[in-house]
């Protein structure tokens, strides 16, 4: 069980899902800038958020609600959680996000942590949650399964051993840096190509120190 002191940002699961190096450089290091995607989904979330808490077809919907589980170590905001009325039923979280549905599945492990937290809260199971993608304006169900549950876990202690270290990873360019906010502060390809000369300096000594042993 982790202290009240000790919590991380939830949101942070999915900025370590996509890349370590972002969420140590955000979490870490405290930098940030925005972007056009960035920008749009953040006006999503404060429309999902800032709502009033309204109850609709025997569903109590609360917006923006607080979260928290010391097991996991995560503390966050829901966007909306709806809670059945009538009939009574498990409350589903629902996460609003900008665009389309993704192929890779961040977005299922950082709804995945919202139900761990409230499971954890109201002493309850939650089998699934959805996702409403601002581009096609529907919602997707998401199971909770046990891969996901392991994976968002997993995650989690993964994100609180990399801030023990306070370390942040080195770059790794690949085809989506292209679209991290962080990309001018992250200058991949700039470190890659740093990381490839020392790389080859090395080795070139060592062959070099190689050479005269032989002679």
């Not at 503390?75 to 665009?99: N, T």
């Not at 968002?152 to 202690?157: K, V």
Request: contains cysteine.
């Amino acid at each position: 069980m982790f202290a009240e002191d000790s919590l991380l940002p939830l949101s942070g699961l999915q900025h370590l899902a996509f890349c370590e190096r972002q969420w140590a450089l955000i979490h870490i290091e405290q930098q940030w800038n925005e972007n056009r995607w960035t920008a749009e989904g953040r006006l999503l979330h404060q429309n999902a958020d800032e709502g009033p808490d309204e109850t609709r077809g025997g569903v109590r919907i609360v917006r923006g609600l607080a979260i928290r589980s010391l097991r996991l170590g995560l503390s966050g905001k829901a966007d909306v959680v709806e809670f059945p009325i009538q009939p009574p039923g498990p409350p589903l979280p629902v996460e609003y996000k900008r665009g389309r549905p993704k192929s890779e599945h961040w977005d299922e492990i950082q709804l995945c942590a919202q139900a761990l937290c409230l499971e954890e809260m109201l002493s309850t199971a939650i089998a699934g949650g959805a996702l409403y993608y601002g581009e096609p304006r529907r919602r997707l169900d998401v199971p909770f399964d046990a891969s996901l549950r392991q994976e968002t876990e997993d995650l989690a202690r993964r994100m609180h051993h990399l801030y023990d270290e306070q370390r942040t990873p080195a770059p790794r360019l690949t085809p989506r840096c292209k679209k991290c906010s962080l990309h001018q502060i992250c200058e991949p390809e700039m470190l890659e190509r740093r990381g490839s000369a020392s790389v080859f300096f090395r080795r070139s000594l060592q062959a070099n120190l190689r050479g005269h042993e032989t002679e």
